[in-house]
């Protein structure tokens, strides 16, 4: 009897650590897979314009045009973390202290937001557009997420502030991200920005990093939170210094003192559409949502362009003149 009962033990013992290590195994995978910009095919810039042109025909020769004139220019600075990072920028076609800082998605760059630059240039705005962490012509280890990302894109408002309004307090900004790039924007309103920050947009953003990923494990793998994600969290934390739980959009946005719209596709089954729920009803003061009929994720503006075109700058107008 008391030989049954040990083995029963082990077997048990034995069963939970495989558990344990298939767990760690699956958190690791997760890591590697979703954080390390290896397969990031925002790094291959003539990739990037190809598929920039493949879905917005109209812009291979607007891109031409400004590369000819000379008014769209690479530019980088030194990062917060020591590393380069490189952002695209085009002046108004007149002077004005009007600026977009546009930001881009997972695995992408600032060439995928240049659609973007144009409409928001076609109303008289400079733009820029960074390549964040590990993006782009950016360097970088590691995908942020857009937590550490926030710092990035509040050191290229300081570089827009300068650029397009050297020596004058006329710099009036407006923050407009997709999919990651929405959660940054979102993380950085949570943050003191300067007061030429006057409002921003975001489109398709997450709530969290933890339940985007939650998501994910469970479309893709068929895994639950439990203890995978953890396990993962708690890997990234040791390895990047930052955690899926801080990586919360949802908590930033509740700081929010500035104007924001938000927009969603209405079948986006990426980040799924209902997470944009609970950041809308986060958000006090001053706010509107769009919510694109049919569209797919980070597809509203490819979608309904007049109708986008619209809404984002009817919002933006109210609070840049």
């Not at 003192?257 to 938000?262: A, E, G, I, Q, R």
Request: proline fraction near 4%.
């Amino acid at each position: 009897m008391v030989m049954k009962k040990r083995t029963i033990i082990l077997v048990i013992v034995g069963v939970l650590l495989l558990l344990v290590v298939a767990s760690a195994g699956a958190a690791a995978y997760l890591v590697n897979f979703a954080l390390e910009p290896r397969n990031n095919h925002g790094r291959n810039v003539a990739g990037s314009y190809e598929r920039l042109y493949k879905e917005y025909p109209a812009m291979h020769a607007w891109v031409d045009s400004m590369r000819k004139a000379g008014n769209l220019r690479d530019t980088t600075i030194k990062a917060w973390d020591g590393d380069r990072h490189h952002a695209l920028y085009a002046f108004a076609s007149h002077p004005t202290g009007k600026t977009a800082v546009l930001v881009h998605g997972y695995r992408d760059s600032s060439v995928g937001m240049l659609m973007l630059a144009r409409m928001y240039a076609s109303y008289g705005y400079n733009v820029l557009l960074p390549d964040l962490h590990a993006h782009g012509q950016s360097q970088g280890k590691d995908i942020r997420m857009g937590w550490f990302d926030r710092k990035d894109v509040e050191q290229w408002i300081g570089v827009a502030r300068h650029v397009f309004a050297p020596g004058a307090d006329t710099a009036r900004i407006v923050v407009h991200g997709i999919s990651m790039g929405a959660a940054t924007t979102m993380c950085v309103s949570g943050d003191n920005t300067p007061a030429a920050v006057k409002c921003f947009v975001e489109d398709c953003g997450y709530t969290s990093a933890w339940q985007e990923f939650g998501y994910e494990l469970k479309q893709m793998f068929h895994l639950p939170e439990f203890p995978v994600l953890y396990i993962a969290s708690w890997i990234s934390s040791k390895r990047f210094g930052w955690n899926f739980k801080q990586a919360s959009p949802l908590h930033q946005v509740a700081r929010c003192t500035k104007p924001m719209l938000f927009i969603h596709g209405s079948n986006d089954t990426y980040v799924p559409t209902r997470m944009v729920y609970p950041l809308f009803h986060a958000k006090s003061g001053d706010k509107n949502m769009y919510m694109a009929a049919g569209s797919a994720h980070a597809e509203s503006y490819h979608d309904h362009p007049t109708q986008y075109t619209r809404r984002v700058m009817g919002f933006v107008s109210q609070y840049i003149k």
